[in-house]
């Protein structure tokens, strides 16, 4: 305000004022627009369920990727979000983000408030290796499963009543999971990976 009334001070006094209000809505229209909110999302157990195959079976073939992309429900809510971040890293607009994009665009969702060291936990728990290529299915899984770990991270004591458990069904499923896979051949990389969901 002081950079305009300096800007008008020798105008006449009725086009000074509205000139300023002008001057005034137009700056404050183009602030809103350059403004980007920077908001840490608010992490929850219920954006994502995970199920298990009917053939449970089925598990012995597949890997963790393999796993989380067939069998991970994402709500569409962050569906969209996730896809925000995806399209900002996939600068070359190839559809396949490198495994240290996916780094960065995963600590960029969490505004850097997790460290590298964590990322690289979790893609070595999916056994994501250097030259792995991530389409935006395997991302969006991705990044609800670092939701569920890094949850107890960022949990408070308000937010953790309201979405610190899982879908009933999720529950349900994994009930007695050694029991389930009594029988399954499940390589140590798996077993690992759904000790963590």
Known sequence: MEELLEKFKKAPECDTMANIK????????????????NVRMGLSKKICRFELPMDMKVIENISPQEYLTNYCLVCKRRQVYYKKTFDKFD????????????????????????????????????CMEEETKVDFKLFL????????????????????????TKHELEKADFCSLKWKLHGCNIDDGMMNFLGHI
């Open 91 to 126: 600068k070359n607009k190839t559809g396949l983000l490198s495994l240290k994009d996916v780094e960065r665009a995963v600590r960029d969702l969490y505004q850097n408030e997790i460290n590298i060291k964590q990322v690289q936990d979790l893609t070595g728990l999916l």
């Open 22 to 37: 002008i001057q005034l809505a137009d700056y404050e229209s183009t602030k809103l627009k350059n403004q980007q909110l």
């Open 141 to 164: 899984t991705f990044c609800a499963l670092s939701e569920r770990v890094f949850y107890s991270f960022f949990v408070t004591e308000d937010t953790e009543a309201e979405s610190g």
